[in-house]
């Protein structure tokens, strides 16, 4: 599990992104039901995430609208296959309008960076 904690904070909203090794739903559950055994990943407001995998294109916004699709098709530009990514979203108090979305981008952006650059 590759965790990327405060990739950015906006309003009081902070952001972070996590990810792994996932082949399967099940596989995404697990990972999932990992990652809320800390804490405070648990008390998140969402924690939106996608898998491209021999099962299809799996996505899950968790209460954030729309975010499992921004990061599905981030996996799809980059071609990461059998990869979990959850951005996660401690909620601040002031709604963020559409710039929620840019920041659901620049977290798995940070992420798949991360992930090619330590690639062989």
Request: with cysteine.
């Amino acid at each position: 599990m590759n965790i990327i904690d405060h990739v950015l904070t906006d309003r009081g909203s902070k952001y972070a992104v996590s990810g792994g090794p996932a082949t399967t739903a099940e596989e995404a559950r697990l990972f999932l039901k990992e990652l809320k055994r800390k804490k405070k990943f648990a008390k998140a407001t969402h924690n939106s995430w996608a898998l491209l995998c021999e099962e299809g294109s799996l996505k899950n916004d968790d209460g954030e609208s729309g975010a499992g699709m921004i990061i599905l098709r981030m996996l799809e530009s980059a071609e990461i296959r059998n990869h979990i990514v959850v951005v996660t979203r401690w909620y601040g108090g002031t709604h963020l309008g559409g710039d929620r979305f840019r920041h659901v981008k620049e977290s798995a952006q940070a992420y798949i960076t991360a992930l090619t650059e330590n690639s062989p």
